[in-house]
């Protein structure tokens, strides 16, 4: 089921290319202004509501395209925060080797929880999409979930602890 959907979700993206105006520079404007988590969380969507105003972008598959839009640059900033993460738990490993070898690994336990909260997301999220009952929002409700909780984790993740 959850391949299905996904495959939904992306077909809806090129479809919608061809009639929606998209940009992520409301979010990303946004994000440069804000300095801490709270005030970030407010970016996200700032550009697919912005899209979703504008030609196309109120049908069902222009929502979907303009969602799926902002979720690839959300998914850009996670991956990006999260090699920087690990980067830091790596070194901070290294140094706990030489002083505390007992200490468990931050980059393991690092590792362990992107994956955990992938499968995480992805079942919330498809959830969200069982309470449209198989009709047509249900591919944007998809989408909007994937993309709040993509960018709260990817604003968790590079955020300065």
Known sequence: MRTVL???AFLAGPVAAQDITYSD???ADCLAGAEEFTGQRVCIGLSANLCMEGPGGYSTVGMGGCLDRELSFWDGLLNENYRARMVQSKSADEDAAL??????????????MQRAWITFRDAACDYERSQWGGGTGGGPATLACLMQMTAEQALRLGAAY
């Open 25 to 27: 520079a409301a979010t």
């Open 6 to 8: 996904l495959v939904c």
């Open 99 to 112: 002083y505390q070898p007992e200490l468990p690994s931050q980059a393991e336990a690092l590792r362990d």
